[in-house]
């Protein structure tokens, strides 16, 4: 559970966007894995023929590894990054002379100054 818990966190700032992209993002980040329920997951993807693209290797960051999520927003390069203390929110600064404040937990855009 911690596995998928952790492909869905990654996988946020995609599935706000699309659900449909739900398939294709736990079989990229979850391939790398041989436990019994994450194969059998895998191959219910594999069968459902739900017309995604379903990765055949390993090719987004696993839910094991030191990314938390993926925060897209910006339009210029970042410059600077600070999580708060309480670790919920990060607020980002960018090139594009705007400070973002994201929530950490579903990798959402809350408010740019």
């Known amino acids: 559970m911690k596995l998928i818990q952790g492909a869905l ?18 079989s990229a980040r979850l391939q790398s894995f041989d436990v019994p329920e994450i194969k059998s997951l895998l191959q219910q993807i594999s069968e ?20 938390i999520c993926t925060l897209s927003g910006h339009v210029d390069s970042v410059n600077t990054v600070a999580i708060t203390p309480d670790g ?8 594009d002379h705007t400070v973002k404040k994201w929530d950490l937990n579903t990798a959402t855009e809350v408010m740019t100054f």
């Open 48 to 67: 459902a023929q739900n017309g995604c693209l379903i990765s055949l290797t390993p090719s987004l960051s696993s839910p094991n590894g030191n990314l």
């Open 9 to 26: 966190r990654l996988s946020a700032h995609i599935l706000v966007k699309d659900a449909k992209q739900l398939a294709g993002q736990l």
């Open 88 to 95: 919920k929110f990060v607020v980002s600064g960018s090139s």
